[in-house]
């Protein structure tokens, strides 16, 4: 740490009373090194020549934060989405550059994340990945249940699965098998048929209501209130808490060996590998309130707008959530595993692709139908026919290609294709609606 960065931590731990020493991390886990991948290092000489010794340690900070990503081009998309916002662009405008914005934001939340860790070890640090590692999908999801926007979350957060399951694991797979013709591309079995595991659990959760309501409609069983789909999806959401929970415990004590990411050689080239904090503990912490805030204002733009960019380039509310929503806010994340998938790292890879879609079906999608509940919104695990028999078969393509622990580039490409597919279906769905609000309700009604 340079001594800029000493100060900037010294000047802010001050009023905490106590500085908080920094440890070394000792763990780093898939999706910090994914998030490092983007990272770049920062050239202070310009702000050592600062003659004031506070605002040479802000400065300091500031560039840590703002500059120390490769994205940071991005970061004038967030000041332009609030100016549209405020001076009437058009509310297209204003989804584009908040999905833009939200680019970058991800990846600072990752890297305060991972400051955060050093100062409070690796199990705290574990599980703050598992609260920011999918903030903004958590954050869109609050923002659509408060308007009532029921289709909107489900979209969103199957189309995350989906896009991690297929997109970026099928990227990741088919590039690094093309990198590395010639090598074979081992992976740690273990780590995925864990994972696999708890999305078949996660499937069978949000199969059940669906199931009950076709019984009841056919005539073959009967219910003892209308409300019973209701409460059998809020009794399976406390089931996947718990699994999740579960699945911490096993991942963060009792098994962390099957989770340690593969180490990552220094090849040359401009990657960033912290090995001790950059930030103080209070800097860490200001600036992920800051950023969580601005995620929280930029996700709330993208959902008040998502109807207008629908008729306006005359695309169904579903494929927006479901394709171009998860494609672009999980975007930074993406890249960070098709690079380590060129390096032939694949369990990093693995662990960015499985560890999310893993995160969003046992752990976000369960908390949705929770504080909706809490909320007094009738929020349910029934996804629909269609989107649920794409999940499964998603699921189903996934598990059948990590089966044999090694892998090359025509997997990557099978699940490609089969993102496509499921893409293309859904970009020729009708538009049921404008407000896309209730789109699953009137398909039942229907």
């Not at 003892?224 to 089931?239: F, I, K, T």
């Amino acid at each position: 740490m340079d001594s800029s960065a000493v100060a900037a931590a010294a000047l802010l731990e001050a009023g905490d009373g106590r500085a908080k020493e920094p440890r070394s991390l000792g763990r780093r886990t898939a999706h910090n090194l994914s998030s490092s991948s983007l990272r770049k290092k920062s050239d202070t000489s310009l702000v050592r020549k600062v003659p004031c010794a506070a605002l040479r340690a802000f400065l300091s900070t500031l560039q840590e934060v703002l500059l120390g990503t490769r994205l940071f081009v991005l970061f004038p998309a967030v000041a332009l989405a609030v100016l549209a916002r405020y001076m009437h662009f058009g509310q297209v405008w204003l989804f584009v550059l908040s999905l833009i914005g939200l680019i970058p934001l991800a990846e600072r939340l990752s890297f305060l994340t991972e400051q955060i860790a050093f100062y409070t070890g690796p199990t705290v640090g574990g599980l703050l990945n598992a609260t920011f590692g999918n903030v903004t999908e958590v954050i869109i999801a609050l923002f659509a249940l408060r308007k009532g926007k029921i289709t909107v979350v489900k979209c969103s957060l199957l189309g995350s699965i989906l896009s991690n399951l297929l997109l970026v694991l099928g990227t990741s797979l088919f590039f690094g098998g093309i990198a590395n013709l010639g090598t074979e591309q081992p992976y740690d079995k273990k780590q995925s048929d864990v994972s696999t595991g708890l999305l078949i659990l996660g499937l069978l959760c949000q199969t059940m209501p669906l199931m009950l309501r076709y019984a009841v409609s056919a005539g073959e069983h009967s219910v003892s209130s209308e409300d019973a789909g209701l409460v059998l999806s809020r009794v399976c959401s406390v089931v996947m808490i718990l699994a999740y929970a579960a699945y911490l415990y096993f991942q963060l004590k009792t098994h962390r060996q099957l989770f340690e990411p593969q180490e990552v050689e220094d090849d040359g080239e401009d990657l960033v590998s912290e090995d001790e904090a950059v930030l103080g503990f209070s800097c860490a912490m200001i600036w992920l309130a800051v950023m969580t805030v601005m995620t929280a204002l930029l996700s709330e733009y993208v959902v008040s707008t998502i109807e207008a960019a629908s008729a306006s380039w005359e695309l169904s509310v579903s494929f927006i959530s479901i394709i171009l929503i998860p494609i672009v806010g999980n975007a930074a994340e993406h890249a960070g595993a098709v690079i380590f998938a060129f390096k032939n790292k694949l369990d990093i890879t693995l662990g960015v692709s499985l560890g999310s879609a893993t995160q969003i079906s046992m752990f976000v999608v369960p908390l949705s139908v929770i504080v909706a509940w809490i909320m007094g919104v009738p929020m349910d695990l029934d996804f629909n026919l269609l989107e649920t028999g794409s999940l499964f078969l998603a699921i189903l393509m996934t598990s059948f290609t990590l089966q044999d622990g090694s892998s090359h580039y025509l997997k990557g490409l099978l699940l490609f294709l089969c993102y496509a597919v499921i893409g293309a279906c859904f970009f020729v769905l009708k538009r049921h609606s404008t407000d896309g609000n209730n789109l699953n309700l009137s398909s039942r009604s229907a």
